[in-house]
């Protein structure tokens, strides 16, 4: 029996912020995945980009691994811990949140 398949990935790193400063090679397809959000991504490799909110567009979230160079930007907090995988293991001193982070939820566990 195959296990079901689950929306979204299992690790993910991602930039919270301002669109300013990224660059496309090439145009991004959109998927809308919900009413509220949509995904953008390159259709020609299936690459996810990023991911915005309808409310706030001007806030977005990039997959880091997407970038030419990924390490340009540091992690600041981990992001929706409760869907995490069991044997993930996550040791460094970072804020963890069970939710979409700190605009989200109040505390840090």
């Known amino acids: 029996m ?5 929306r979204g ?5 991602a930039y ?10 090439g145009a991004p397809s959109v998927y809308r995945s919900s009413r509220s ?12 980009l990023m ?4 409310m706030t567009p001007e806030t977005i979230d990039v997959t880091l691994a997407s970038l030419d ?3 340009v930007i540091a992690p600041q907090y981990h ?7 069991d044997w993930l293991r996550i040791d460094d001193t970072l804020p963890c949140f069970d939710d979409g982070g700190p605009a ?6």
């Open 2 to 6: 195959l296990p079901e398949i689950k």
């Open 9 to 13: 990935a299992g690790v993910s790193l």
């Open 16 to 25: 919270r912020g301002g669109e300013g400063g990224f660059l496309y090679r």
């Open 37 to 48: 959000h949509h995904r953008e991504f390159f259709p020609h490799c299936g690459t996810q």
């Open 51 to 54: 991911f915005r909110r309808s």
């Open 69 to 71: 160079d990924p390490s």
């Open 79 to 85: 992001i929706w811990m409760q869907s995490k995988i």
């Open 104 to 109: 989200a939820s109040p505390d840090g566990c």
